[in-house]
């Protein structure tokens, strides 16, 4: 079983994640998330804020439409451009992303040709690639024949790029600043696959960072942020030797640099979030098709100029995949006792702790138990089990990847200290009731 079917089977049994419609045999790319899974999520998406909005005084937020006018996607070039290369095998029909199949280095090399590569699923002849929209199609209006054709966004960045004028005109923004936003995007996606990493519904978490129109103050953004977007990976637990930069071979039709944080997902590098240099593409098209002044000027300098855009741009769902996949371990507790532990980082763990009585059949134990437990839920999300034996509810905790147990026993009731076991090293310690608040939060410091 790879690491794929492994999560996928957790994320399942433990309330992370599941098949969309699941009772209706599901639909392809679509997933949602349960209790753990909806925790985790909203715990990544405010530690992406925090970092990137909260902390610092050059980029504010926005949340966009899903739904823009239509003329927003002519002018961004995505009703043009936004596709993918389709092929199908001549034997078992199956389809495919061409760019899934072959090598990116020999998809745009001059002398390709379809016919050196087989189909993945029966080795059969494939098709010539074919140009396949993304977009996903929508109506927007009551009567038939007079409703208006739109789409579901494909990205959330153009969501910021038309609010540009209103954002600085409302703020005190001067460039370089930035914009950042979390939101929903759709793609009509060929082939969704592995689990959540490419669906047909998913969210975004993006920054478009506005700078001078000059080669060397751009190209030094670029970096920066490059760098800043793969150290908020590591802050928050991932290891080091699971991420790598890779650059762009083909650049897209905006892009003047592009490299992606790809994550060793089971082996395979896999993009996790890109940082790309839009050049001034994006203002400049959308001035020409509203007709409306998006250039800025520099009070400072008094220049007027179209700004450059330093794009960082992430999959939410993604990035929660790569973290349970980074934090997933099996571990030989003893001979032949092997434990499943999610070894999420703190800030991220659906639950920071869990309350147990050590027995569930003495009301003194549950009531003090209750007491802790209540006092503790009006900080932080807390699990409460009195189900079963103590190493079976450890074992449950450790999947769902809850840092700290916290057992109320008989001699919590002689001194007021309960047992507290960490998750990772598996080991115990004593600590007072009234200490147990300032433990957890310096954990989450």
Known sequence: ??????????????????????IYGGLAGT??????????KRNLKNEYWKTMVQLRDDVVGIDAAIIMNP??????????????PLSECKKCHHRFRADNIIPEEKFVAADFTIADYK????????TEPKRFSTLVETYLGVIDGEKLKTYLRGEITQGVHVNFKNVVSSTRVKIPFGVAQIGKAFRNEITPGDFTF??????????????????????????????AR????????????NLNFKKHVKLAHYAKAAFDIEYNAGGEWKEMEGIHHRGTWDLSRHEQFSKQDLTYFDEETKERYTPMVIETSGGVDRAILFFLMDAYREEEVKEGDVRTVLKLHPKLAPMKAAVFPLLSNKPELVE?????????????????????NIG???????????????????????????????????????????ELRDFIASKLA
Not at 1 to 22: C, H, P, V
Not at 199 to 227: A, H, I, T
Request: net charge negative; hydrophobic share 30%; proline share 2%.
């Open 31 to 40: 997933w949602d998330y349960g209790p753990l899974g909806t925790e985790l």
């Open 119 to 126: 189909c993945p699923d029966c080795g059969g002849e494939l």
């Open 198 to 227: 490419r669906s047909r519904e998913f969210e975004q978490m993006e920054l478009q960072f506005y700078v001078k129109p000059e080669d060397e103050e751009s190209m030094k953004w670029f970096e920066y942020w490059k760098n």
């Open 392 to 434: 079976k509810r450890y074992r449950a905790q450790d999947e769902a990847g809850t840092p700290y147990c916290i057992t109320i026993d008989f001699d919590t009731l002689e001194d007021d200290t309960v047992t507290v076991r960490d998750r990772d090293t598996m080991t115990q310690e004593r600590i007072k009731i009234a």
């Open 1 to 22: 079983m790879d690491i794929f079917e492994k999560l996928t089977s957790l994320a399942k049994r433990r309330g992370f994640i599941y098949q969309g419609s699941d």
């Open 230 to 241: 793969k150290q908020w990976y590591l802050s928050l637990g991932m290891r080091e030797e």
């Open 71 to 84: 003329k927003v996607w002519e002018a961004s070039g995505h009703t043009e451009s936004f596709a993918d």
């Open 368 to 388: 003090k138990a209750r007491n802790v437990y209540e006092s503790l839920r009006k900080e932080w999300m807390v699990a409460w089990d009195e189900r079963g």
